[in-house]
């Protein structure tokens, strides 16, 4: 189903859920703004992907953590296109570590990105999208689950949450949508990095359906609230995780 020429800003958009989102906005009919960090060639070629299929992309580098990022994306698919649909708040980092052994730096990069990014990505969005908008992002399904050494990650999970509740009172007024999504375990290199097989298996039998989440598990649950059947839905975390919690 094509939801019509929108723009939508994806962050973190080179590889995992933010590609899959990308590549399924970009199908929905979204041009796409597809942010990167560090990996040049795997945004290009996920632009490369979404322009060989019919749409239209354009890949911007820049780090969330920086406070001059999300004016930049902004800034440039308004120059590119004109202005912004929906913005996608996907990037972020995870370093699991017990509390008692998180270091300052990985608690202040965690706060940084996952709090700091999201947040001046919310905050430009509220001010530069437009009207009849989505603003999404990502959380997790470890607010809910706590479980040991995801201490910092799920506290800024729960920030991200958090602001999407009050946001979406503060923007509906102006039409404008604001959720968050909430996957549980998904088979991305950032999931399955460290894990031995074992524990992969024993996680996918803690799901009613025996099978880990898919990045285009979460990109189609994305569509839906960026697109026109998801307007009466707001200020809600939905917990795309097959039924684990």
């Known amino acids: 189903m094509v939801h ?3 723009t939508a800003i994806v962050t973190g958009a080179s590889k995992g859920i933010g590609a899959a ?15 990167y960090a560090g990996n040049e ?5 996920i632009v490369g992907a979404i322009k060989k299929a019919g749409g239209q992309a354009i890949a911007v580098k820049g780090d969330i953590s920086d406070p ?53 990505g919310m ?4 001010n530069r999208l437009n009207k009849g908008g989505a603003i999404i992002s990502l959380s997790s399904s470890v607010v809910g689950l706590y479980q040991q050494t995801y201490g910092v990650y799920a506290a800024t999970k729960a920030a991200v949450e958090a602001m999407t509740h ?11 949508t604001v959720n968050a999504v909430a996957p549980g375990p998904v088979g991305t290199d950032l999931f399955m990095t460290g894990k031995p097989e074992a524990v992969i298996e ?27 059947d998801g307007r009466w839905i707001s200020g809600q975390t939905l917990r795309a995780n097959g039924g684990v919690i």
């Open 4 to 6: 019509g020429q929108r």
């Open 21 to 35: 989102i990308a590549l399924r906005l970009a199908q929905d009919g979204h041009t796409i703004i597809a942010n």
């Open 41 to 45: 060639a795997e945004a290009n070629e």
């Open 68 to 120: 001059s990022c999300m004016p930049r994306l902004f800034d440039a698919a308004e120059q590119e296109i004109g202005s912004v649909d929906v913005l996608v708040n996907n990037a972020g980092m995870m370093r699991l570590s017990a509390v008692a052994s998180t270091s300052d730096a990985d608690f202040e990069a965690h706060c940084a990105i996952n709090i700091g990014g999201v947040f001046r």
């Open 123 to 126: 905050r430009e969005a509220a």
């Open 166 to 176: 009050v946001l979406a009172k503060e923007l509906g007024p102006r039409g404008i």
């Open 202 to 228: 024993n996680i996918k039998k803690m799901n009613p359906f025996g099978r880990l989440g898919t990045p285009e598990d979460i990109a189609a649950v994305v569509s839906l609230l960026a697109g026109p």
